[in-house]
């Protein structure tokens, strides 16, 4: 077991139980509400990540996603098998859906272990005007 990944295998577990009600991050131009993704069963490498915002008081846009957990956080214009290739996601003022199963839809490619039901793992959301937002994704619940 690699030191990184006891690091993240002990941060899902400080998490677990906390992930059945929605969680927020409040950020100067809105609310990111309850990231969250499906459990992955063992040897799937990609994983869709959701989330919604509230409260927005002008438009941005997400630019860039980490986390410790995947190779790279991809954005695209639908679910990971058909979609396109995006630069940004926008944060649009009278939408709350920003990656959303009917997409655009911010993808984990290179899953380092299988998300687990009921777990939580950390990602970085960076985001033009509100900059950076360290996030838990929920599994699971939603
Ligand atoms: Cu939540």
Same mark, same amino acid.
């Not at 950020?27 to 063992?42: K, M, R, S």
């Given at each position: 077991? @690699? =030191?990184?990944?006891?690091? !993240?295998?002990?941060? #899902?577990? /400080? ?6 009600? *929605?969680?927020? &991050?409040? @950020? =100067?131009?809105?609310?990111? !509400?309850?990231?969250? #993704?499906? /459990? ?6 990609? *994983?869709?990540? &959701?989330? @919604? ?90």
């Amino acid at each position: 077991m @690699t =030191p990184l990944y006891r690091w !993240i295998m002990a941060v #899902a577990l /400080a998490f677990t139980g906390l992930s059945s009600s *929605a969680h927020e &991050y409040q @950020t =100067p131009n809105f609310t990111v !509400i309850h990231p969250w #993704a499906d /459990a992955t069963p063992a040897g799937q490498t990609d *994983a869709n990540i &959701y989330f @919604t915002v509230s409260g927005q008081t002008q438009g941005d846009q997400l630019i860039r996603g980490f986390s410790p957990i995947a190779e790279r956080v991809e954005m695209r214009s639908g679910p990971a098998a058909d979609g396109t290739d995006l630069k940004s996601i926008p944060v649009s003022v009278n939408r709350a859906e920003v990656s959303a199963p009917a997409g655009p839809i911010l993808v984990l490619r290179g899953l380092k272990m299988p998300l687990q039901q009921g777990s939580s793992y950390p990602m970085m959301l960076v985001f033009e005007k509100a900059g950076i937002v360290n996030v838990m994704i929920s599994v699971g619940a939603h």
